[in-house]
């Protein structure tokens, strides 16, 4: 078991099957599996096995996440690559039992991206489950989002896992108010994921902690959870906001659950960790890939190859995930590329970094509103 | 006697050149290296710096200035690159493989403005230029310089 280790060289060469995060072996053999999608056929690249012990009605769920929308007029690519993302899971429907959309459907949170994001949603037919990303939020502290979605936490019991979604991006601490800022100047600090005025924003806050032990409460501790959330459920770079401030007190109460899986987004990166009875898994976004953290990835992570910024479909994509009979979970990448993971120091996302030193920025530090 | 006198001209001209650059030479070097520097003048060194560190921060995360327009796309620098990162200020000159040729930093800015934020390349010599390479330099301090690599 990994507890937020991290060990940036371990990583570069933990390309081999782990005891516990290994290659689906009947994709390691090289067969090309048909999605449907809107752009035909293509490899399907990766798939990770995560073992566990209760047993399970298997069936499958696609994820989207991050699709950043802005209007249509200003940014079509991201449309373009949502529409490819919705258009490949509605074209394997019957496979899914339902779909997650994980949260930043929208860039600034405003009306009109939302209202998009909603219309290009219609493509799926699917049930859909949704949970907020801050982009959705700080314009008006979800007014938006929860009338087209609904509110979040919500739970159900689908086969014999309990589902659970949170929010990990609606509580932070109020950074708007003493400074007086503008809506559109909150979502603005917001949208940078390197500024440094709205702090440590993700969490789940005690009213929703509670919440979340009450709703286990019930449950056998040996039956396997799957917990959605925007943000991971551990400490991986709080300076981007790529954990959630209060995991100390969440794995306090999901630490009787032997069989915990956290599916998150934000991150735009394959990613991998386990701390006690629960794995976190990182999902692509449609939108572009974000880097990996400067001071490395969990050890258990097999980071992605780098990819070409020249083209806009490289390193994004979607998940194709299952639970299956023996309550094991099974994750497939669905990156529009041939080769998700680098297996070499010159082509891994975090392994070039080796002579990279880093430093947050300064600029915002001062803001005082002029 | 013809020999004579270009031999006079031209040792006028070059004395006259030489006066000349002396004391252009003099004046450029009045200011620099004379003295000791003080904390103050050390501070004030900086403080220029900064000043660009600051406008290339803010460029770089979507800030614009006249005249320029670094993204057509609603993409800032910043959205690939948090905190700079991946930007491998220290690599540089290498060979630039999406340029499939030899490449400064500057070349790569300009490239990431024209292709993925589809803008308008700027002056490579320019104020946004400077103050782009000044934020990327100075959040990338401490890296190790390995230029060529890849």
């Known amino acids: 078991m990994t507890d937020n ?8 060469g933990n390309v081999d099957i782990t005891r516990r995060t290994f290659l689906h072996k009947s994709l390691l053999t090289g067969g090309a599996v048909a999605t449907g999608s809107a752009v035909g056929v293509f490899q399907t690249l990766s798939s990770m096995e995560i073992a566990s012990a209760a047993m399970s009605e298997p069936f499958s769920f696609a994820w989207v996440s991050d699709t950043h929308l802005y209007p249509r007029e200003l ?3 991201f449309i373009d690559k949502t529409v490819r993302a919705f258009s490949e899971v509605q074209a394997m429907g019957d496979k899914f ?12 949170g405003h009306p009109v991206e939302i209202e998009l994001g909603a219309e290009l949603l219609q493509e799926v037919t699917i049930p859909k489950h949704f949970i907020p990303g801050e982009h959705d939020w700080y314009l008006d502290l979800g007014e938006s989002w929860n009338k087209h979605f609904g509110e979040t936490p919500w739970t159900f019991d689908h086969k014999g896992v309990r589902i659970i979604g949170v929010d990990s991006v609606g509580r932070a601490p109020d950074y708007w108010s003493a400074r007086g800022m503008s809506n559109e100047e909150r979502m603005a600090h917001m949208s940078g994921l390197d500024g440094s005025q709205a702090g440590p924003w993700s969490g789940l806050g005690s009213e929703q902690r509670q919440w979340l032990s009450s709703t286990l409460s019930d449950w056998p501790k040996d039956a396997p959870v799957i917990i959605f959330s925007h943000t ?8 981007w906001n790529f954990w959630i401030r209060d995991w100390r007190e969440v794995q306090e109460i999901l630490a009787p659950w032997q069989n915990v899986t956290n599916i998150h987004g934000h991150v735009h990166q394959p990613l991998y960790n386990e701390i006690g009875g629960m794995r976190s898994i990182g999902m692509l976004a449609t939108s572009w890939p974000w880097p990996y953290a400067p001071e490395g990835v969990p050890e258990l992570t097999r980071p992605m190859l780098r990819v070409d910024p020249g083209d806009h479909f490289d390193g994004v994509g979607w998940g194709n995930l299952a639970m299956n009979a023996e309550a094991h979970m099974e994750v497939e990448y669905m990156m529009w590329r041939e080769q998700v993971f680098g297996v ?5 996302g975090t392994g070039d970094n080796v002579n990279q030193k880093l430093s947050p920025r300064i600029s915002d530090r001062g803001w005082t509103g002029d | 006697m013809q020999s004579f006198k270009s031999k006079g001209l031209i040792a006028f001209i070059s004395a006259l050149l030489c006066v000349s650059l002396a004391f252009v030479f003099m004046v450029n070097r009045a200011s620099a290296h004379k003295v000791s520097h003080d904390a103050e003048t050390l501070k004030a060194f900086n403080d220029a710096f900064m000043e660009q560190v600051i406008l290339g921060d803010e460029l770089f995360h979507g800030a614009t200035m006249e005249g320029i327009n670094m993204s057509n796309t609603g993409m800032a620098c910043a959205m690939c690159h948090p905190f700079s990162s991946d930007v491998h200020p220290h690599e540089y000159p290498k060979f630039q493989e999406q340029m499939s040729e030899f490449a400064t930093l500057r070349d790569m800015i300009n490239w990431c403005i ?3 934020n589809e ?3 700027i002056d490579p010599d320019g104020e946004a230029m400077k103050a782009l390479e000044a934020y ?13 690599r890849h």
């Open chain 1, 5 to 12: 280790k991290h060990d940036r060289d371990q990583v570069v």
């Open chain 1, 344 to 348: 070499g120091r010159a082509d891994s």
């Open chain 2, 136 to 148: 990327i330099y100075w959040s990338n301090r401490g890296s190790v310089l390995d230029p060529g």
């Open chain 2, 119 to 121: 803008g308008e390349i």
């Open chain 2, 114 to 116: 024209e292709k993925p």
């Open chain 1, 232 to 239: 991971p459920f551990y400490e991986y770079f709080p300076p």
């Open chain 1, 75 to 77: 940014n079509q690519r």
């Open chain 1, 97 to 108: 039992d339902f779909m997650v959309f994980g949260g930043d459907l929208a860039q600034l």
